[in-house]
Nanobody
Framework: EVQLVESGGGLVQAGGSLRLSCAAS????????IGWFRQAPGKEREGVSC????????YYADSVKGRFTISSDNAKNTVYLQMNSLKPEDTAVYYC?????????????????????WGQGTQVTVSS
């Protein structure tokens, strides 16, 4: 059974940090790119950051460059999203997705694409 399980969300003040985790199982992790996407109330789901498990290449949305860092622990089949200098506009439900493609391709396709697998999401709330 394929599973993507997100964790690490919560409530944090502006300027604070959170680290999200996406634990994957049930598929060949190294053959997939893993992406983080977010959806705020009343808005479309958007791409945040993606990583190719095979070579570690990454993609970042302009809105998070310099603040968020994506990384992958292939031994644990887990992708992390370190979020620093959080802003109220980062408030959203964060989802991870997996697809047999590249990080750059996931970044270009964005949050509305039908990737192979999705997690259930984790809420991130940044208070001002």
């Amino acid at each position: 059974e394929v599973q993507l399980v997100e964790s690490g969300g919560g409530l944090v003040q502006a300027g604070g940090s959170l680290r999200l985790s996406c634990a994957a199982s049930g598929f060949t992790f190294d053959d997939y790119a893993i992406g983080w996407f977010r959806q705020a109330p009343g808005k479309e789901r958007e791409g945040v950051s993606c990583i190719s498990s095979s070579d570690g290449s990454t993609y970042y949305a302009d809105s998070v460059k310099g603040r968020f860092t994506i990384s992958s622990d292939n031994a644990k089949n887990t992708v992390y999203l370190q979020m620093n200098s959080l802003k109220p506009e980062d408030t959203a439900v964060y989802y991870c997705a997996a697809d047999p493609t590249t990080a750059q391709a996931m970044g270009v396709r964005g949050g509305s694409y039908e990737y192979d697998y999705w997690g259930q999401g984790t809420q991130v709330t940044v208070s001002s």
